[in-house]
């Protein structure tokens, strides 16, 4: 008698959710910097210090400075 090749559903949630914290670790993503706020768009926005200068982004405030970088310009 053969085995079955299906995988069991637990198999697959255990794969699934061990996978998800590896995307927390990663941390957020890298938004470029803003010399000034910007307004109307209806987004909040905030500002770290970066390279001695006001790095606006949209979001809230807090944001690690490793994920905010100054474009070419």
Not at 49 to 73: A, H, M, Q, S, T
């Amino acid at each position: 008698m053969g085995r079955s090749r299906a995988v069991p559903i637990g198999d697959f949630i255990v794969v699934l959710i061990s996978g998800a914290p590896i995307d927390l670790a990663r941390g957020g993503d890298l938004v470029e910097c803003e010399p000034q706020r910007v307004t109307g768009d209806g987004r909040h926005w905030a500002y770290r210090i970066v390279d001695g200068r006001e790095c606006w982004y949209p979001g809230r405030p807090g944001k690690p400075k490793n994920e905010l970088f100054w474009g070419r310009g």
